[in-house]
């Protein structure tokens, strides 16, 4: 191993590829190695985007679940009091939990 790379990459491919290698390599001024290892970076580099924003949407969805249930809590809390029921926020999240499980299993 070369003391100016790290790491030497070899790629096997077709006749084209290789010529798009070369082209790449030379108009950067680069071994074809440094230019295989620019592309293999690149395409890590936009995987990982793609898994960053992917990570972003969930997490988006699930602050808007935990939102939903905790205004579900409050609104069945209010309609239990203004029915006259006598729930505290306890008794209330056990039958949430109850439901939810009886939900689980469908």
């Known amino acids: 191993m070369s003391m100016t790379h790290p790491y030497r990459v070899q790629v ?3 006749k084209q590829m290789h010529q798009e ?3 790449l390599a030379e108009a950067r001024g ?3 190695s440094q ?3 620019l592309l293999v970076e690149k395409a890590l580099t936009d995987q990982g985007g ?3 924003y992917r990570f972003e949407a969930i997490e988006r969805k ?3 679940v935990l939102h939903a249930v905790t205004a579900a809590r409050v609104i069945a809390t209010e ?3 203004a029915a ?3 729930l505290n926020s306890e008794q209330l999240r056990e039958r949430i939990d109850a439901l939810l499980e009886r939900y689980n299993k469908l």
């Open 30 to 32: 680069l071994s074809r």
């Open 21 to 23: 290698l070369k082209k």
């Open 79 to 81: 309609s239990a009091q």
């Open 50 to 52: 793609k898994i960053d």
């Open 62 to 64: 699930l602050e808007s």
């Open 35 to 37: 230019a295989v290892r």
């Open 12 to 14: 096997h491919c077709d």
């Open 84 to 86: 006259g029921a006598e």
